[in-house]
């Protein structure tokens, strides 16, 4: 059980009454997006604001105009902003899709912030938009006050889009409303290998209607296309609202490219006419990096890096994964040296380098796949670590074996791995006595989604780390739509007086359906 006093979600009429008037003017945005630079008036924030990568004393405060702007932003420690802080932010234009991001520095501990964002016209500072509104909390520099986030991934995929019907991305208000310190969005943030259409019809009968724009109206190849995919869930009132709230640390994972895509690819898919996935992968990235404050992407987002880590406080350290950019082909994965395997050589020494550095009793290493969980790409390869084999590491598991002992050899406390992908929940323990690989200590992976996309049955476990599914929820067929089957997010709950820490997993209407409490201080679990 959690000693961490319940918090109360800040008032959302106040904390909010920036993005109630951005609501009602996006039940229009021309869909498609694209600023009319010769709109006569003052420049708008239609599309909402959102905060990313927050620590103790830094944030990413993000923001999209209708025309081209210079963003200010003003923090407060109240909400009558009688005393702010400004920073002056970048010039907002066509280069980076008129969105903007601007780094606070020296802010606060464990503080709520207030901020603003105004929109100014660059060639008359005096012409300002109506200014939008958001609010996060900063990581607390103490241990004692306690750390709670969430954690799911997939959005918008398998055909099951934004449907006005039942209220949108609904999850996200559900979210919202448990009021956390941060959520890690564990990838497959858009699906810009999944167009839409408007209507489907269910098994039942009932029929399914999606929001529809140009862009998601066909796979993504153009930048343009790219850009339209990432800007089509902030058409949801619901993901505003939580982004004007609650900060993100974002990952990627393939959709926000194409289903399953490794370097070097080049697609036998009749729906492209771009076949080079590494073409298609850095317009995406530049995409993502417009669209999320990530701390380690440039403005633009097409230099810099995904992984990274998020330090938030004495209890956690958050180390964010990219196991896309890196990888090899997938294969069959029976490769008995494999010096690339899921993270790349560079990327491991990173992770292992920060791994020993870290300090925080907690570090979740925030996955964008899992690790034994059996998820095959065709008849033959498989996409993720594990590949059906349950004896000694082959391929993909070479490199997870030897992060695996390192954590062990150099006795790094409190290690869990949390991640998405699948588009079920469920909890694997796994320890060596039941595995084929048995140098390291047993560790939980827990798994979480889909969001807003279509639930599949489970995949099956390969034993070459001994795990043992110890919780899993999951439809018995496939692509079940979000009005067929729940969508599931976790929960993870730091307390700060004894130091323990307790997963939920948790599916859409409130349910808990699984809770762990781990012990601090321990290599394994």
Known sequence: MSHTPPRSAPDRRSVLKGTVAASAALALPTAAGAPALALSGRPGAAWGVQTGDVTASSGLVWVR??????????TSATESFRYPRRWRGPLLGPGSDFTGTTALRGLPAGEQVHYRVVLADPDDPR?????VYGTFRTAPARRRDGVRFLWSGDIAGQGWGINPDIGGFRAFEEMRRLDPDFFLSSGDTVYADGPLVPSVTLPDGRVWRNLVTEEKSKVAETLAEYRGNFRYNLLDDNVRQFNAQVPTIVQWDDHEVRNNWYPGQILDDPRYTEKDVDVLARRSMQAFGEYFPVGTLSPRGSEGRIHRVVHHGPLLDVFVLDMRTYRNANSPGRQAD????????????????????????????????PLGLVVPDGAANFEAVAQGDPGAPLGRELQIAELLRFVKHRRITGTLWLTADVHYTSAQHYAPERAAFKDFAPFWEFVSGPLAAGGFPANALDATFGPERVFVRAPQRANLSPMESPQYFGEVDIDGGCGELTVRLRAEGGAVLFSKTLKPGRVGQ
Do not use: H
């Not at 105009?65 to 003003?74: Q, T």
């Not at 012409?127 to 200014?131: D, K, Q």
């Open 127 to 131: 012409r300002t938009g109506e200014p």
């Open 65 to 74: 105009s209708d025309r081209p702007a210079r963003m200010i932003v003003e």
């Open 338 to 369: 494999d010096s690339v395997g899921i993270l790349g050589a560079e990327q491991l020494a990173w992770l292992k380098r920060e791994l020993a550095r870290s300090r925080a009793v907690w570090k979740v290493l925030a996955s964008d796949m």
